[in-house]
């Protein structure tokens, strides 16, 4: 079993930036890779990125690429979503996720999710 919860969520003008932690918890929690998804009332949820645990590649959705850095700090269970030039269309409320197996941008992917944070970007 691993706990997974986010944080760094607020309010932030288009073009400013903020950074989202993702603290995982439980016996195996390093083993897992991480992903970050968001979604909006009304909508699915969808992909933003992923980083694998086994060789560390970084994987993002087109929308936020060149803008989002997915990192991972392993001494302290915790995974980061850096995110520069934000726009009023990245506000959305952000979920961080554990995976062993699956695909690494589908939701069905994962098995363990956080309660989500709440990013807003006014323009």
């Known amino acids: 079993q691993v706990q997974v919860v986010e944080s760094g969520g607020g309010l932030v003008q288009a073009g400013g930036s903020l950074r989202l932690s993702c603290a995982a918890s439980?016996?195996?929690?390093?083993?897992?890779?991480m992903g970050w998804f968001r979604q909006v009332p009304g909508k699915e949820r969808e992909f933003v990125a992923s980083?694998?645990?086994?060789?560390?590649?970084?994987y993002y959705a087109d929308s936020v690429k060149g803008r989002f850095t997915i990192s991972r700090d392993n001494a302290k269970n915790t995974v980061y979503l850096q995110m520069n030039s934000l726009k009023p269309e990245d506000t959305a409320l952000y979920y961080c996720?554990?995976?062993?197996?699956?695909?690494?941008?589908?939701?069905?992917?994962?098995?363990?999710w956080g309660q989500g944070t709440q990013v807003t970007v006014s323009s």
């Open positions: 439980g016996r195996t929690a390093r083993n897992y890779g």
């Open positions: 996720a554990a995976r062993i197996t699956g695909s690494y941008d589908l939701v069905s992917g994962y098995s363990y």
């Open positions: 980083l694998s645990w086994s060789s560390g590649s970084a």
